[in-house]
Structures are given as C-alpha cells and as structure tokens.
C-alpha cells in the first residue's frame, strides 16, 4: 500500500483535490437521509426500527439519523456481544444510546454461538465472524417482530463495493440508510451530528474476535480506498487511469478484484427462467409499490 | 400583462392515481384561493414516477370519458392547469405526456421525446417516444410544455421558440444526484444553469416544476423555479419539500428585455435549415 502522490488544487480535469472530492454537503445529506428513513417505514404503514449498535461509527451515526427521523421512542437497539468483544464496545454504544435516549437490550451471543462452534472445534475466524453476523440478524429479525419495526442496515458503500460484509448477516436489513455513504463521508456526516468523539477516532473493527481491525485485515486504510473506490465507481475511471493518479497498481486491481468478485453480496440470487414472466427478469415493479 | 403562476410541488404516490387525482385537486383549491392562473405539476403527477409493469394500469385515455380527466377538465374552469400522466393513445401505445387544460377542454398534449435510458434511468423499456415538438396557444400567449429528459437537449426548447412559445413550461421527476460539497446538489445546480440559459438565450419565461418525495431509496429534489425573460430566477431554492409555490410574473418583460435584447430577432432559423440539410445529408451519404 503507497499513500497517493499529492495532487495540486486544480487537477488537469478541473476538478478539486481527489480528497476533497469526497466532501458531502452534510445538511443535504442529513436532510435526504432522515427523510429516506421515514419514507421507508412509513410506506410499510410503520412507524419504528430496530438496529444493532455495536460501538463502532456505522451504527452510531444510523442510529442518530434514525432517531431523528423516528424520534428516540421508536428505535430500538440491540447490543449484542460475543465474549472476546472489546469493552469499549459496550461502553461506546452505551454513551449513544444515554446521549439519544433510545429504548435498548442487550442479547449476549457467546451461549448460543459457543453451542455451535463447539461442534466444529477447527473452526477458522473467518466462519466463527459469518456465524456471530448471522445470529445478530436473527436476533435483530426477532426483535423486528417483536419490537414491531423494521430492522436498519447500518452498512456503508465502501464496505459494500468491497464485498466486507457476511452476507445474510450484516446484510440482511430492510433498508440502507448509509449505503451510499463512503467511510469518509460517514466520519464527515458524524462529525456534524454530535457522535462522541471516542466513536469518531477509534480504528473501525467488526470486533469479530480480538484486536481485529478493518484496516489491519483489509490491508489498506480507508482514507485510501475511499479516493480509488470514488474514482472507480463514481467517476468510471479505468483501472490504468486511477494508477495515472499515482496509486499503486498492485492496489488499484486488489481493490477492483474485491469488487468484482463480491457482486453476488449486492444482487438478489438467479432465478432460472422458464416461463414467460419471470420474478426478477421481467416482472418488474418497485419494492416501494406496496 | 401580469400572470400569477402556482408550482404543485407534490409527492405523487406511486401508480395510485385515485389518490393522486385527490391531490391534485386539493392543490387547485388552494392555488384558486391564492389567485393561481396557471398550475404546474410535475411530471407523471398522476402516476408517480417509475411504475414499470404498472403502466397499463394507470394508462389515461385523454378525453372527458376519463373519470380522472373529466374532474381536471372540470377543475380548469377555474384556472389553467398542466399535468403529468401516463397516456395510452388509440393503438394502445405508453406515452410519457403532458396536458394543457384550460376552461373545460384540452388544449394540447405533449409525449415525452427523449426517453432516458441509461443509468438509473429505463423508460424506454415502457414507453413510446414522442414525435411532435408544438408550440400552442393559451390565454396567456403562446406556450411549449417539454418533460425533463427533454430540456436537457437543447432542440426542443429551441424549436418551440422559434414555434412561437414565450413561456416554456417544463415539468420533470428529476431524481436526486451528485451530492458533493456545494450548496446544491450537482444535478440541482445543473437544472438551474440549463433553465437560466434557455431564459437567457431566448428572452423567454422558463417555468419549471420538479416533483419530491422517494421512490426506492431515489429521492427527487423539488426546486422548482421560474427564469424570466433576463435569465435571473424569479423563484428557486425549495428544495426537497412538498409545496405549492406561487410567483406572479409580468409578461410586459418580454417585450422590454427583447427590446434591449433582440436575439429572437436576429435568430437565422434558414441558416439553421440549411445547415442541418447538409449535415444530414452528408451523413446518409457518408
């Protein structure tokens, strides 16, 4: 991983700095996001949600904007922590929910995920995460019925593109207020919003097992993939052209790979077509028509 | 000649006609007590915007045999009104259209022209392409009604100019895009230079409704404005909010700023003819 080579204010296509690129009009954003969020759960004839908040900036900021939307009665969150999850964990989601008020619980995994992984004793991490994301779903599904609300995606774009998600896990919600939101632009949006500072800077972490990073398993900082997933995605630069901009081509094409091969994560599975009209092929109307 | 212009800047719901036709004549109340002459709703105000398999569902025969259209007929008695609506014609074809309603009868409808397919965009999938670009005639003067898609190319507005339209009466369901560090969306700001533009290049009112609301997680921003003959925005800036805007406008500046300013004078449409004649011919013979 190189860090970018410094571009001048007026790049030679006229526009700003690559890293300024990235900067939202937060009051815009904040605006369309609170008003998504109603939107959504008022056309499903509902007026709550329910989130998992697990200390980390993704659901802290959800959490907010879905306060705001809903007011803090209607949204209820759910910590949900495995034995080996940071303390700071707790105690970050902790100051979000006292600084908004919300109604929350608190589900501990480590009995039901220990009675599964114990039949398995080579487990790798990697499938001890998938099953600890997959029990906070069916925890936050429950609750759904229970709670009488939908069940909120706390998932950004870059994790997304990047296919750094457990699908069926942290994936399975029934909306994404933040998905079009780059991690950089999640810091922007949260800084505005009053999050406390300890969720703002510390190192983001699925806190799947100990001393897990985003950053330390992905091997590239955010700050970095944002720039080149902004140039791949939004401004359809080719491959050859995002290196042109002085990143390092064993980057760029690990970055477009992750992309590539995670599409599945972001589509709905193939339905084989046989006859003539077919769910999803060609019979076509909104999820929002209800 | 003063024209007081009211902007329904509605959420339409999705392929619900009945409710939105409820809509739409609670906005003509309120824009009557206000002294409305001309009500503008966006496009497919009747419909919502991207109803898919739905459209032979909420397909309109324009005519006063239609229950929806027989109540906006009606409701043009008492000003004139421009809507949004799904028309299917007398061999069954889908188009994008807009009406004109004034004193009980319809004075012109408008297919869509240009069908964005691309990006987010598949309204050719579902849709017709209009074939007619025509200025007509109202109370007000003449005027041309174009569908989002449709300004953003230039010849469109330009031939209803030279087809004599003084008022250009836009209406869009312009999804929201490009939100960077301005003070506006991008695609907001570029909507706003595009209409400023067209006032500016062709000494014309330029009046446009934007539709609001979401639509799978597509919001649409609303912002909907008025450019008099000078290019300057009488009105703008109401972004993403269900609302009705009223902005009265005197039709006495065309003159003035034609007056100061005669391009529309000095416009060489044989020039353009004979132009184009050869650059299409070139093209079938190349």
New interface residues.
């Given amino acids: 991983m190189t860090a970018p080579i410094p571009l001048s204010n007026s790049s030679p296509n006229g526009k700003p700095d690559l890293s300024e690129r990235l900067n939202i009009n937060t009051e815009i954003a904040r605006k369309m996001l609170t008003g998504f969020i109603q939107d959504e759960i008022s056309k499903v004839r509902m007026k709550r949600a329910v989130l998992g908040l697990s200390g980390g900036i993704d659901s802290a900021l959800s959490a907010y904007l879905s306060a705001e939307a809903l007011g803090a009665d209607n949204v209820l969150v759910v910590r949900m922590p495995y034995k080996t999850s940071s303390a700071d964990s707790l105690s970050d989601a902790e100051k979000v929910i006292d600084a908004l008020g919300l109604p929350s619980l608190t589900v501990e995994i480590t009995p039901m995920a220990d009675a599964l992984f114990g039949q398995f004793p080579d487990m790798t991490n990697t499938r001890k995460g998938n099953i600890m994301a997959r029990l906070r779903m069916t925890i936050l599904y429950d609750q759904s019925v229970a709670w009488g609300g939908l069940v909120m995606g706390t998932s950004n774009k870059t994790e997304m593109l990047l296919g750094y998600s457990t699908i069926y896990g942290d994936s399975g919600v029934a909306l994404h207020p933040i998905g079009d939101l780059y991690k950089t632009q999640v810091r922007q949006l949260s800084a505005t919003l009053g999050i406390p500072d300890s969720i703002l800077t510390k190192a983001p972490s699925a806190d799947l097992w100990t001393g897990q990073t985003d950053e330390g398993e992905l091997g590239f900082t955010y700050a970095d993939v944002d720039q080149v997933l902004y140039l791949l995605v939004d401004e359809r630069y080719t491959v050859e052209e995002v290196i042109e901009e002085g990143f390092a081509r064993p980057f760029v094409e690990d970055v477009w790979r992750r992309v590539k091969i995670n599409h599945y994560k972001r589509t709905m599975p193939n339905i084989a077509k046989l006859s003539r009209r077919t769910i999803g092929h060609d019979f076509l109307y909104l999820r929002d028509y209800v | 000649m003063r024209l007081t212009v009211g902007l329904a800047q509605i959420y339409p719901k999705?392929?619900d006609v009945r409710a939105n036709l409820d809509k739409h004549l609670d906005y003509i109340e309120r824009a009557v007590a206000q002294g409305v002459d001309l009500l503008v709703f966006p496009e497919l105000s009747l419909t919502g915007y991207?109803v898919?398999?739905?459209v032979p569902e909420v397909a309109i025969r324009a005519s006063a045999s239609d229950p929806t259209f027989a109540r906006l007929l009606d409701a043009s008695r008492r000003l004139d009104l421009m809507v949004g609506f799904v028309h299917q014609d007398q061999r069954n074809r889908f188009y994008i259209a807009a009406a004109y309603l004034s004193g009980g009868e319809v004075q012109h409808i408008h297919h869509k022209i240009y069908l964005p397919t691309y990006g987010m965009f598949d309204e050719s999938r579902y849709f017709d392409q209009g074939e007619q670009i025509r200025a007509f005639d109202t109370r007000f003067g003449r005027v041309g009604m174009l569908i989002c898609e449709d300004f953003w190319h230039m010849s469109p507005a330009y031939l209803l100019w030279l087809d004599g339209a003084d008022m250009l009466l836009f209406q869009s369901s312009s999804p929201?895009r490009g939100?960077?560090?301005?003070?506006?969306?991008s695609g907001s700001r570029w909507v706003e230079l595009v209409n400023q533009a067209y006032g500016s290049m062709f000494t014309n009112y330029v009046i446009h409704c934007n539709r609001v609301?979401?639509?799978?997680?597509k919001?649409f921003w609303g912002g909907s404005s008025i450019v008099n003959p000078d290019g300057d925005l009488l009105l703008h800036g109401t972004?993403?909010d269900e609302t009705l805007l009223v902005q009265t406008i005197d039709l006495n500046q065309l003159h003035r700023t034609r007056s100061r300013l005669p391009l529309l004078r000095d416009e060489r449409p044989e020039l353009v003819y004979r132009e184009l004649d050869r650059i299409l011919n070139k093209e079938r013979d190349s």
């Fill in positions: 999705l392929a991207q898919q398999d739905l929201s939100l960077d560090g301005g003070d506006r969306l609301g979401y639509e799978d997680g919001n972004y993403f």
